[in-house]
C-alpha cells in the first residue's frame, strides 16, 4: 500500500486532492460561511496556518469555471454530503493573493499592483467581448495599462463584469490582505499605501451590488 505523502508548502487545494496527500478536512468551513452569510468574512491566522489552502478550497468549491472537474474533488470529503453542496460551482470567484506586493517605495509597489491587477483581469479575458462597450472599454484600459484606467474601483469593476456575463453576483477572495500594508509601514510609505488600499478594499466589499460574499485572510484584524 502505497504511503500518502505531506503536503509540505503545498497551498493549492486541486494538487492535494488529485495527487493524493493527506489532507485534513476543512471542508465544513464552506457550510459554516453558508450557515452564517456573512457579507464579508475576515480569518485572522498566524503565518504558516493554512489560510492560502482553505482560500484555495473555497475556490474550487464555489467558482462555475471548472464547476463539474472541480466537484470530483469534494467527492471523499464531508461538504460532500451536506445540503450545501448545491451552492457547489454556482458563482463567478475572484481569488487575489497580495502576499507579493512588496515594493521599497509607494512607486515600485504600484506598479506591481498594477500588473497583478492586470493579470487578475487577463484571467477573464475571455468575456470582454461580450461585455457592454462601456464596461468593455474600461477592461480594455486595464489589461493596455492605460493612465486613465480604473485602478482603485478594478476590483468592484471586475465583479460587476462578472455579475453582467454570469448573471451570479461574484465572491471575492483576498489572501494575505494586509501584507502591502505591513510592508509599507517597514518600508516608509504607510499613508499613499493605506489611502490605497482603503478604498480597493471598501469599494468591492461594501455597498457593491455585484458581491455575493467577501472572504479575506490576513494576520491583523484592521487595516
Known sequence: ???????VGIEDFERIINEDYYYVDKTMLIEELLINRAPVTLFTRPRRFGKTL?????????????????RKLFENLKIYNSEYMSEQ?????????LKDLKGNTWEE???????HIKNLYME?????????????????????????????????????YLYEYY?????????????????????????EAINFFQTFYSSALKTNNSLKYGILTGITRII
Open 89 to 97: 460551482g454556482k458563482y463567478p470567484v475572484i481569488f487575489v493573493s
Open 1 to 7: 500500500m502505497r504511503t500518502k505523502a505531506v503536503p
Open 54 to 70: 482553505n482560500m484555495s478550497m473555497i475556490r474550487c468549491f464555489f467558482g462555475v469555471k471548472n464547476k463539474e472537474e472541480n
Open 124 to 160: 477573464f479575458y475571455g468575456l470582454k467581448d461580450k461585455l457592454n462597450p462601456i464596461f468593455k472599454n474600461d477592461f480594455e484600459k486595464i489589461v493596455m495599462e492605460k493612465e486613465d484606467a480604473d485602478w482603485l474601483y478594478a476590483l468592484k469593476n471586475l465583479s460587476n
Open 109 to 115: 509597489n504600484f506598479m506591481l499592483i498594477k500588473k
Open 167 to 191: 448573471g451570479e453576483k461574484a465572491i471575492i477572495l483576498i489572501d494575505e490582505y494586509d501584507a502591502p500594508i505591513i510592508n509599507a509601514f517597514d518600508k516608509g510609505y504607510y499613508n
